[in-house]
């Protein structure tokens, strides 16, 4: 962060930081900083609040191990609010909940589903080994059968696709990215690893049109 000095603290020294997941975008929480706890968090790289109730420096996860490590800290237009994205440890509420932004005022609140969602649950699956689940059949078979069920399913991909049946190429593709995430678990790759692999290639091929465009 660049304009720390342009930062506009209130009259009891705080701004606002509105903590969000870096990985899905979800709003976590809203929490307020002042100058020593902005300080060390910029430098621990480490959410870092000031509590109003107790009146005093909060480090997020300090009690609870659910750390939130900063990715980014932007100021708004007016320089009196902060986005704080981070990638978080576990939960950001204190009562157990994701987000804590949970209460209905108006409407109801439709979380997009998010593939850390269902990479999560195959995690869990992998631990538990719940009876009955398939997913549980799979990683007890292990590597041979899952990469099997990954090339049967590219397989129907291919098919639906030169079908050109658009509902079932979705629908096998849905298929292949369940098995491809399964993998990913069972290989210890993170969907955030395919994301930097993704982002790395982007930033490559975007520096590829720059050069052409001015020769």
């Not at 709003?27 to 621990?44: C, D, F, G, K, Q």
């Not at 932007?74 to 987000?99: F, M, N, Q």
């Amino acid at each position: 962060m660049q304009d720390v000095e342009k930062l506009k603290f209130d009259d009891k020294g705080l701004i606002p930081a509105i903590v969000v997941d870096d990985q899905t975008g979800k709003v976590l929480t809203l929490a307020y900083m002042n100058r020593e706890s902005l300080a060390i968090s910029m430098e621990r790289k480490l959410t870092c609040f000031w509590s109003r109730s107790r009146q005093e420096l909060w480090l997020k996860g300090e009690t609870s191990g659910n750390y939130q490590h900063i990715v980014s800290i932007t100021a708004d237009c007016d320089y009196d609010a902060l986005e704080v994205r981070v990638i978080k440890d576990g939960p950001a509420c204190h009562l157990g909940t994701d987000s804590c932004f949970t209460n209905p005022v108006l409407g109801e609140r439709q979380d997009k589903f998010q593939l850390e969602d269902l990479y999560q649950l195959l995690v869990d699956r992998k631990r538990d080994l719940p009876e009955g689940s398939y997913t549980s059949y799979l990683f007890q078979k292990g590597i041979d059968k899952i990469l099997k069920k990954v090339g049967e399913e590219s397989t129907e991909v291919i098919i639906a696709g030169k079908a050109d049946d658009k509902a079932e190429t979705i629908y096998e593709i849905a298929d292949l990215a369940y098995h491809v995430l399964v993998l990913m678990v069972q290989m210890g790759i993170s969907v955030e690893d395919i994301r930097e692999e993704l982002a790395g290639r982007h930033v490559i091929d975007h520096k590829v049109k720059q050069e052409k465009m001015t020769k």
